[in-house]
């Protein structure tokens, strides 16, 4: 497989960081790093969070079995390996915030947060393989790290977001490293995708600060 184009790496990594810092300045992220706002608010995003880390493990999967379910002439090995280890380095990290939050089964319903988590999931069962991956690491683990990165400010001594403000760096240059390697994909397509995705993340972000605002302000 030929070599793309380095500049076209290099304009979806632009678009990308644009999409990330603008990402940082949403309602959740800025919610978590104001000084200002009460802890019991911060707390109040943690119950709202769960139902969409749980959904992560589901998208995770999906991929995995899109990838594997590809009939075998048409199954791309490199694909279906990498989304096999996303997969098994996420395992898991659902529970290790059910643990922060003191182990508690209560989380709060939300049809924005599910919509969104349910959009993330059809994505991953349909896309074009190379959407699916992009998708994966440079929309949701860019997200994921700009906001663990608020998490660590908001819980400093908290394990779930520790972990994953060290992993998620890696797991997003995972997706640079295979745009780096391939041509089968063009910045048109990555972009378009890329930006539903952020769209629908920062969707769910503004719900989960608004419902803790509100659920705060009416305690």
Known sequence: MSQPDRSNVDRVAEYNNQRQEQYRASRLCQLLLDDTVAEETKKATLPLLQPWSNAFQRMTTARVQAEASRIQTDQDPELLALAIEHW???VGHNDILKRSRGGTDQVIWDPVIEAGAAWFIEQFRTLPGMQRAMLAH????AGSLVFSQAGVRA???DEYFAKHDEDDVEHLEMGYRLLRSRSDWSVDEMVTIMDRGWQIITLV????AECAVRDTAAA
């Not at 440079?138 to 683990?141: K, M, P, R, T």
């Open 155 to 157: 819980f400093p001594h």
């Open 138 to 141: 440079l929309v949701l683990e």
């Open 88 to 90: 098994q380095e996420e």
């Open 205 to 208: 972000s503004d719900r989960i």
